[in-house]
């Protein structure tokens, strides 16, 4: 705490107001502490809430457990108990959390809707669809994030992992990118948290691309994806029990590039697969 310190040089003649200056602080913070001091406990305290709403800011999906790990990985100990005090204190509960006589709506959305349910395309990369699907295995659940490019219905970038967060979210457009290199791409979501969290608000904007967030209510807004998914509970997710998330995240790999990308042909695209269609449609533009 740095109160104390412009105590301690005020007696030695150092002015209050150029000590609160250097120090970053008003000399009206520093007055109001003099009146009523707190303790070091209390100061701890305010900087692990400020670190908590932080890292909650950033993935609104993160209850005090994550908190508490991402605290750690920031150097600032605490134990999670301590965490859980002062999350419950302060409202910080992940998104996910169930807590009785509270209903959960739809968070604000932080863009636009944008494709207005209009799952068509006349090029590569002018509209992605991305959504969260998640399977359990004796493990635990296994998330799967993936984009969808509508003008192919490939599968242009996916992630999995066993916590459903904004990372996951930002894993799976990083993929994206990274195969398509798109420029000013619509990329459209529900209104789940991660995908109006920070993290991945700043990976759209920093890659060029635009957000778009369908309506609350709305059943079929992003139903092109869905139909994705719906093929991937049929083909993969109900065949059997799983016993692990890696036998299942390797299943769900084969599936996506071996069976759905070139060898499921779809009639919307003239009974071709997605790569074909990717590579006749490029071929014939190029000739």
């Not at 994550?66 to 134990?79: H, M, T």
């Not at 169930?98 to 990369?125: I, M, Q, W, Y």
């Not at 490939?154 to 420029?183: E, F, H, K, Q, W």
Request: aromatic content about 8%; hydrophobic content about 40%.
């Amino acid at each position: 705490m740095m109160y104390p310190l412009v105590q301690e040089l005020a007696v030695d003649g150092i002015p209050v107001t150029l000590t609160c200056r250097v120090l970053g602080f008003s000399k009206q913070a520093f007055y109001k502490w003099q009146a009523n001091p707190v303790t070091d406990r209390e100061w701890a305290d305010a900087h692990l809430i400020n670190a908590a709403l932080d890292i909650h800011h950033d993935d609104p999906a993160f209850g005090y457990r994550f908190i508490a790990d991402q605290l750690a990985e920031r150097g600032i100990v605490a134990s999670e108990n301590r965490v859980q005090r002062l999350c419950r204190q302060q409202q910080i509960w992940s998104v996910f959390a169930k807590k009785r006589g509270l209903s959960r709506k739809a968070g604000p959305p932080v863009h636009d809707d944008l494709v207005d349910r209009e799952f068509t395309a006349g090029a590569a990369n002018v509209t992605w669809l991305t959504d969260i699907t998640e399977h359990p295995t004796a493990e635990g659940k296994l998330y799967l994030c993936a984009i969808k490019d509508v003008w192919s219905t490939r599968i242009v970038g996916y992630s999995m992992s066993s916590r459903m967060t904004a990372a996951l979210a930002v894993s799976a457009l990083s993929n994206a990118v990274a195969l398509r290199s798109p420029d000013g791409t619509v990329v459209h979501s529900d209104r789940g948290s991660q995908f109006r969290s920070n993290a991945f608000v700043t990976a759209l904007t920093n890659n060029g691309l635009v957000g778009s967030m369908g309506r609350v209510g709305a059943c079929g807004d992003n139903a092109a994806m869905e139909s994705f998914f719906a093929l991937l509970q049929k083909n993969v997710l109900d065949r059997q029990r799983w016993t692990s998330r890696e036998e299942l995240r390797v299943a769900i790999v084969i599936w996506i590039e071996r069976t759905y990308h070139r060898r499921r042909r779809q009639r919307g695209l003239g009974r071709l697969t997605p790569i074909e269609f990717e590579l006749l449609t490029t071929t014939a533009k190029a000739a």
